[in-house]
């Protein structure tokens, strides 16, 4: 059995439903596809929650460059590389080496800047419209850094960052402690970058929100369960054949199918540089000095975030893993490394929910939203900020019709 529809978006994370919202805006009949059995049930479920409209910095930079032999020989507990090493892990990391220069590393930062700055526009003109419950609130975001190293280097990726109409500030410790008294338990700061524009947001809840509304206000369409194993070009569109649930037929396809794309898209004959980063996440209540600003221990490379009446924390980065299994230990890991980094934002003790995601990494941290042939547009590699950059990324890839 073959449906058909004007556009066929792949994958329902925060990126397909955003792809969604701008396409059913501009008047297209749409059919969102997804393998899982709901919205955002993938690496889209329980992130970080934060809205980094102001911290778009690219994962390669010089400063990565040179902790690079510690990272690898397995040294921080935050990060690992996952192996064995296929050939598409290497062509991806020499990929990603070269995204590694000074001058790549800003270029990139600017670039995801701009895309930032698009999505925080985006989603506040769908909230002036439609006011979705998920636990949204622009509670601003502090950067802790911890030696007189990191600190001089983040002033000028600031200082970059401002001089393209970013709004962030430089904090000593004291003027933190502030704004956020929850940091008066932190020893050791050099000091803080403080973006108070940022926000936060459930990205799932989000998800399911803004689909249901495009089903019952846009009539728009999904199927889930619908696992496309092969892009087939056709004339006039694209057929996306499922294993067992028949085949869509479409006009145009964008695919927003995360860490899936790659292998997706082959059956096109197209290719794009897409490795899994694994993380970890959980859910707590709040401890007794919760913080309400987001906070990124930049140290531990972990994140807190305030979401609703409840404490969501995550961090932990495995480069090349590609099973979302939580691993007791690893997640056990992450308590103990938010526990060390802020001992009471969180009832630690009672931190219910583990959950693991893939982010979707692009070599340059840039995701790739291009018209890849005149009837497949990709929407992919959003990597660490895939929440942050979703609305703006579904104006761009809609804005590619036209
Ligand atoms: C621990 C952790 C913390 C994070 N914290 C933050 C944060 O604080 N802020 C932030 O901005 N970002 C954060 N991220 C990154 C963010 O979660 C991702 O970038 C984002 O969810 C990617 O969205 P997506 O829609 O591209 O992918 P996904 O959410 O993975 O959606 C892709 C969808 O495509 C479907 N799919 C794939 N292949 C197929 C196929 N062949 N057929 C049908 N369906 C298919 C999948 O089932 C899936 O539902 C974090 C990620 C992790 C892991």
């Known amino acids: 059995m073959s449906d058909a529809t004007d556009v066929a978006v792949i994958g329902a994370g925060v990126v397909g439903i955003a792809t969604a919202w701008a396409l059913a805006r501009r008047g297209y009949s749409v059919t969102v596809l997804d ?67 000074r001058k790549r590393f800003s270029a990139n930062t600017i670039a995801a800047l701009g895309l930032a700055a698009e999505s925080r526009l985006a989603m506040h003109a769908l909230l002036e419209r439609h006011p979705l419950e998920f636990s949204y609130k622009a509670a601003g975001k502090m ?36 704004i956020e008294p929850a940091l008066g338990s932190v020893g050791d700061l050099a000091g803080v970058i403080y973006s108070p524009e940022d926000e936060v947001g459930d990205p799932h809840r989000f998800a399911v929100g803004l689909l249901d509304l495009l089903r019952s206000e846009y009539g728009i369409r999904s199927r889930f369960g619908f696992d ?22 479409a006009r145009h396809v964008v695919v927003c199918a995360g860490v899936g794309a790659s292998t997706l898209i082959r059956s096109a004959r197209l290719r794009a540089p897409i490795c899994p980063m694994k993380g970890y996440s959980f859910t707590a209540p709040p401890g007794v000095a919760a913080p309400h600003v987001s906070i990124t221990d930049t140290e531990r490379k972990l994140v807190f975030c305030r979401l609703g009446d409840q404490m969501r924390v995550a961090g932990l980065a495995e480069l090349g893993a590609w099973d979302t299994a939580v691993d007791p ?17 969180a009832d630690y003790r009672n931190a219910g929910f583990g959950w693991a995601g893939l982010r979707p990494m692009a070599p340059s941290s840039v995701p790739c939203i291009t018209r890849a042939r005149p009837e497949i547009i990709l929407n992919i590699g959003h990597g660490m900020l895939g929440w942050t950059f979703a609305m703006g990324s579904g104006e761009r890839a809609a804005a590619l019709l036209q």
């Open 329 to 345: 230990e690893r997640l056990r890991s992450l308590v103990e490394l938010a526990q060390s980094s802020l001992p009471d934002a």
């Open 228 to 249: 496309v194993v092969r892009l087939s070009l056709i004339k006039g569109g694209v057929e996306l054949v499922s294993n067992h649930l028949g085949s869509v037929r």
């Open 143 to 178: 950067h802790l850094y911890y030696g007189e190293a990191s600190f001089p280097t983040a002033l000028k990726v600031m200082d970059l960052k401002r001089s393209h109409g970013v709004h962030q500030e430089a904090l000593t410790p004291v003027e933190a402690e502030r």
């Open 35 to 101: 393998r899982d059995d709901g919205p955002a049930r993938s690496t889209s479920f329980a992130n970080g929650a934060q809205l980094s409209y102001a911290y778009s910095d690219a994962l390669g930079s010089p400063a990565l460059l040179r902790s690079l032999p510690w990272l690898v020989l397995g040294t921080d507990p935050s990060f690992r590389i996952a192996k064995p090493l296929s050939p598409r892990f290497w062509a991806w990391g020499m990929d990603f080496l070269r995204n590694c220069s």
